[in-house]
């Protein structure tokens, strides 16, 4: 498999458009082969279209066919593995284990998302069957599910080539929902968007269904984006980006005369609170455990642990002292691309030149686009209150928050902005004592880790992966990773006193698609009499 560097759209294919780009390898500055065409605004409004002309069929199609088309996507990826991740390698630099680890697991949820299409749950059918003779006045039929909404754009990441980008997890939810996808590639690795993408295009005609099921377009800049996030066709959004990104296409979706949802993941600092008792019983263990989460992927993941809050106590102070040895001496890492390693610097010197922060560990970095860990620290009294201290700095980055008691500790918890985690770490004689603390750090994040570390995400039925804003755009009430991702990308619609034959499948007396529903208080997957 190789990219010929054109726009997808549908079945076919665009001319020329507009300027030309080419990716990056960013371990050498070596620009790669092919160039790949921006789309115009002749293919924006074609790939909408051709979604809005599927949107009916789509939104008809049985659970048991979605999975079909999503298990076609997966079984695909895996047998293509190796061209994957070869171009992969190239347009990001990661490693072969990291990146075939991620193909296994992004054919793993749409697996997981298809099987949820299929069993029906997600869709919460409800049925309240009429009472004609009810006094004072007679009970109508009420009978109501989640509907797809149509055509959605998704906006491919930097950091996760697969599981967060052509065929990852906002398209396969949204598949499995019942909704076309347009798929806007990331700019840094459009020939590895173009290969997964293809294997989409197959699937689609493989499993019969309508051309515009999928397209994808490529653009190295912001128009492209912008045009679809304005198009009346398009129904909602998913992006996995920066906040400002993330924050520019919510403004730009609810300026809209039909304001659109945009389920955006941006930015996340992680926090993790160090008890003096875990610290005295594991300090080895979290020394090791905090090093590696927080070089994971050169510190380029979202639930990277930005933030390390503790008391300072002797214990405390080795275990920093060690950390920050350790962090010095490590070599540098490719970046993803070279505007995210000078982000990374720009950032991490004005963090340097804060009031009252210290840089602890700065390793030595000297190709164009690595970076080393540079990591600070600060009391608390700096910290709270202090809105530049609780961005987050993509990469190798973290800043130690030392406090001076416990109540110190609530205070930092208090003044922390939205999170997609927040992790504790207790003695084993201190967590029984902590419910205020993580009655704090559930208000603050959508996931809340004991003795463990926030990256590593399982992908499962009862994940969440969200956080109170600026961790998504929502406000956390939706998740990004799981099968609730589904509900994002439908809406409620209730029917009343319809003729059997004229409702929906899912909600039909006789249940002929066998779901699980909840007919007149009590959960059933038998008929309605």
């Known amino acids: 498999m190789k990219p010929d560097g054109g726009n997808l759209i549908g079945f076919g294919s665009s001319?020329?458009?507009?300027?030309?780009?080419?990716?990056?390898?960013?371990?050498?500055?070596?620009?790669?082969?092919?160039?790949?065409?921006?789309a115009d605004a002749d293919d924006v409004g074609r790939a909408v279209q051709l979604g809005v002309e599927a949107a009916p069929a789509w939104a008809k199609l049985p659970g048991a066919q979605r999975n079909a088309f999503l298990r076609r996507i997966a079984d695909s990826l895996e047998a293509k593995?190796?061209?994957?991740?070869?171009?992969?390698?190239?347009?990001?630099?990661?490693?072969?284990?990291?990146?075939?680890?991620?193909?296994?697991?992004?054919?793993?949820?749409?697996?997981?998302?298809?099987?949820?299409?299929?069993?029906?749950d997600w869709l919460d059918v409800r049925i309240e069957t009429a009472q004609a003779d009810r006094s004072p006045l007679p009970k109508p039929d009420h009978r109501s599910m989640l509907r797809p909404l149509g055509p959605v754009v998704v906006f491919g990441s930097s950091n996760f080539p697969f599981a967060y980008s052509v065929?990852?997890?906002?398209?396969?939810?949204?598949?499995?929902?019942?909704?076309?996808?347009?798929?806007?590639?990331?700019?840094?690795?459009?020939?590895?968007?173009?290969?997964?993408?293809?294997l989409v295009l197959h699937a689609v005609r493989d499993c019969g269904l309508p051309e515009g099921t999928f397209s994808l377009l490529f653009d190295a800049g912001f128009s492209v984006g912008q045009a679809l996030v304005r198009h009346p066709g398009v129904k909602a959004v998913g992006f996995t980006g920066s906040l400002p990104g993330g924050r520019a296409l919510a403004d730009l979706a609810a300026a809209r005369p039909e304001p659109i949802p945009v389920y955006a993941e941006m930015g996340s600092i992680n926090p993790v609170f160090l008890l003096p008792g875990a610290v005295e019983e594991r300090t080895p263990a979290l020394i090791e455990g905090l090093y590696t989460s927080s070089l994971a992927g050169v510190g380029q993941f979202c639930t990277n642990p930005g933030v390390i809050v503790l008391q300072r106590t002797p214990a405390a102070e080795r275990l920093v002292r060690e950390l920050a040895a350790r962090l010095a001496a490590t070599i540098e890492g490719v970046m993803l691309t070279p505007g995210i390693r000078n982000a990374f610097v720009a950032r991490t010197t004005a963090r340097a030149e804060q009031t009252g922060v210290r840089v602890i560990a700065r390793g030595n970095a000297t190709s164009h686009c690595?970076?080393?860990?540079?990591?600070?620290?600060t009391e608390a009294r700096f910290f709270v209150g202090n809105h530049a201290l609780s961005e987050e700095i993509f990469g190798p980055s973290s800043l130690v928050v030392w406090c001076n008691d416990r109540a110190e500790m609530l205070q930092v918890a208090r003044?922390?902005?939205?999170?997609?985690?927040?992790?504790?770490?207790?003695?084993?004689?201190?967590?029984?004592?902590?419910?205020?603390?993580?009655?704090?750090?559930?208000?603050?994040?959508?996931?809340?880790?004991?003795?463990?570390?926030?990256?590593?995400?399982?992908?499962?039925?009862?994940?969440?992966?969200?956080?109170?804003?600026?961790?998504?755009?929502?406000?956390?009430?939706?998740?990004s990773v799981g099968t609730r991702a589904l509900n994002r990308w439908a809406r409620l619609v209730c029917y009343q006193n319809f003729a059997d034959e004229l409702l929906p499948l899912e909600l039909q007396n006789a249940n002929p698609l066998g779901l699980r529903r909840l007919v007149n208080g009590e959960w059933t997957n038998g008929t309605v009499q």
């Open 81 to 120: 593995c190796a061209d994957l991740v070869a171009r992969a390698r190239l347009e990001t630099g990661l490693p072969e284990a990291r990146l075939k680890g991620e193909v296994a697991r992004t054919a793993g949820q749409l697996r997981l998302y298809g099987e949820a299409a299929e069993r029906g």
């Open 370 to 377: 690595s970076a080393a860990p540079v990591w600070f620290e």
């Open 167 to 198: 065929a990852g997890g906002d398209t396969a939810s949204a598949f499995a929902a019942g909704c076309p996808v347009i798929v806007k590639a990331h700019p840094a690795h459009p020939g590895t968007s173009e290969l997964v993408g293809r």
């Open 415 to 479: 003044s922390l902005e939205g999170s997609l985690t927040a992790t504790l770490h207790a003695g084993a004689a201190e967590a029984p004592q902590q419910g205020e603390l993580i009655e704090l750090l559930a208000a603050k994040a959508g996931r809340v880790i004991l003795n463990g570390y926030p990256t590593g995400l399982e992908v499962s039925h009862a994940i969440v992966h969200a956080g109170p804003y600026p961790a998504t755009s929502d406000g956390g009430r939706s998740t």
């Open 15 to 38: 001319g020329p458009g507009g300027d030309v780009f080419k990716a990056i390898n960013p371990a050498t500055g070596e620009r790669l082969e092919p160039g790949f065409a921006s």
